[in-house]
T-cell receptor, first 118, second 119 residues
Framework: AQKITQTQPGMFVQEKEAVTLDCTYDTSDPSYGLFWYKQPSSGEMIFLIY??????QNATEGRYSLNFQKARKSANLVISASQLGDSAMYFC???????????????FGKGTHLIIQP | ETGVTQTPRHLVMGMTNKKSLKCEQH?????MYWYKQSAKKPLELMFVYSLEERVENNSVPSRFSPECPNSSHLFLHLHTLQPEDSALYLC??????????????????FGPGTRLTVL
């Protein structure tokens, strides 16, 4: 069964608009972490934001925030005031104590290709 | 240099060649990882090393052979690869804390990747 689901293969957004990228996850472990990464065309995976399962508040990092709805098992990334440089692939990933790759591995979704239009 | 570096950035090799990918981290981490990213597939974890000891081998074919001589360096030795092994190979590092609940200190930081083409 897929543990991380990103239902938006691609998105086109106008510059300066806010963007929400969807991510749902599946785990039975009470302790888990959710990570969002950005991958420009150059290939490097850039860490953006982290949300822990025990965190009481939604995570924020500059223009990035995470809409964490634990009961629905969703962790959507929100990018405010989008910029042309935000065009990239965005991956949601999870680590729990039973990750598919072992306790240390991250399980990744298939990603969303975000294109910001001027 | 800072962060996680990988060399080479691009590699083209024949099926009979032997080559190695190198990864170096400057973050003081004690765990390093190899991931494979193929077109249209999610990232796949290949190997995990913690304190130079391999702790995970995710059913990877033996034509991929990892080596971790110290906590800052990680290699992936390649031999007799197949065209389907063409992919982006990403190295990552993190702090590894066993037996503790997941928290932000478990964040993995990635290098720029090596784009491998097998002819």
């Amino acid at each position: 069964a897929q543990k991380i689901t990103q239902t938006q293969p691609g998105m086109f957004v106008q510059e300066k608009e806010a963007v929400t990228l969807d991510c749902t996850y599946d785990t039975s472990d009470p302790s888990y972490g959710l990570f969002w990464y950005k991958q420009p065309s150059s290939g490097e995976m850039i860490f953006l934001i982290y949300q822990g399962s025990y965190d009481q508040q939604n995570a924020t990092e500059g223009r990035y925030s995470l809409n964490f709805q634990k009961a629905r098992k969703s962790a959507n990334l929100v990018i405010s005031a989008s910029q042309l440089g935000d065009s990239a692939m965005y991956f949601c990933a999870m680590r729990d104590m039973n990750s598919g790759g072992g306790a240390d591995g991250l399980t990744f979704g298939k990603g969303t290709h975000l294109i910001i239009q001027p | 240099e800072t962060g996680v570096t990988q060399t080479p950035r691009h590699l083209v090799m024949g099926m009979t060649n032997k080559k190695s990918l190198k990864c170096e981290q400057h973050l003081g981490h004690n765990a390093m990882y190899w991931y494979k990213q193929s077109a249209k597939k999610p990232l796949e974890l290949m190997f995990v090393y913690s304190l130079e000891e391999r702790v995970e081998n995710n059913s990877v074919p033996s034509r991929f052979s990892p080596e971790c001589p110290n906590s800052s360096h990680l290699f992936l030795h390649l031999h007799t690869l197949q065209p389907e092994d063409s992919a982006l190979y990403l190295c990552a590092s993190s702090l590894r804390r066993t037996g503790l609940a997941v928290n932000r200190w478990d964040t993995q930081y990635f290098g720029p990747g090596t784009r491998l083409t097998v002819l």
